[in-house]
């Protein structure tokens, strides 16, 4: 969580995000994760169970916030600054960001978090 990516490699997404192919392509660079298996993680998980998630299907909770435009973020869960790190970091360890969120600890595995964060960062 304390390793940093260099600012304006998320400004580079931000930028790119006009640009399906592009911003999927920056995203598995930032990330090191492969979109198309995290959005199906984000299903096995169950992380629709709480989420609505563009291009998710059968996602339509609105018990949690929306994972829309999270590229677009300066904050997550309104707790840490928005780099890739910090976003596998919260998907895997919730709590140790925050003990009082209600998002589940849920065992997710290394890859599985960078595979997630490579998908939500191509979601508007
Ligand atoms: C039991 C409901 C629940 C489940 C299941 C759940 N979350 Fe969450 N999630 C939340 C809540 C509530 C928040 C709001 C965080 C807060 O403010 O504490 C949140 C916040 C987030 C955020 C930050 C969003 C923002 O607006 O900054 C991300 C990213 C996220 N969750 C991803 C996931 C992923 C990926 C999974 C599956 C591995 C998942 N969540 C599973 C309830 C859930």
Redesign the pocket.
Known sequence: MKRRVPIYALMAVLVLSACNDRTSKRSRWLTTGDPERGKI??TS???V???TIPGVRGSKSL?????IG?SQ?S?????VE?TPEN?RF??QH?RKV?P?????E?G?TDR??AD??AY?YTTR
Request: net charge neutral.
């Open positions: 993680a984000l998980y169950g992380c169970a709480c989420h018990s949690a916030p929306p994972l999270i973020r904050y997550l869960a309104g707790m928005n976003l919260w998907i919730p925050n009082h969120t209600a998002m589940p849920q997710v599985d978090a997630m964060a939500l």
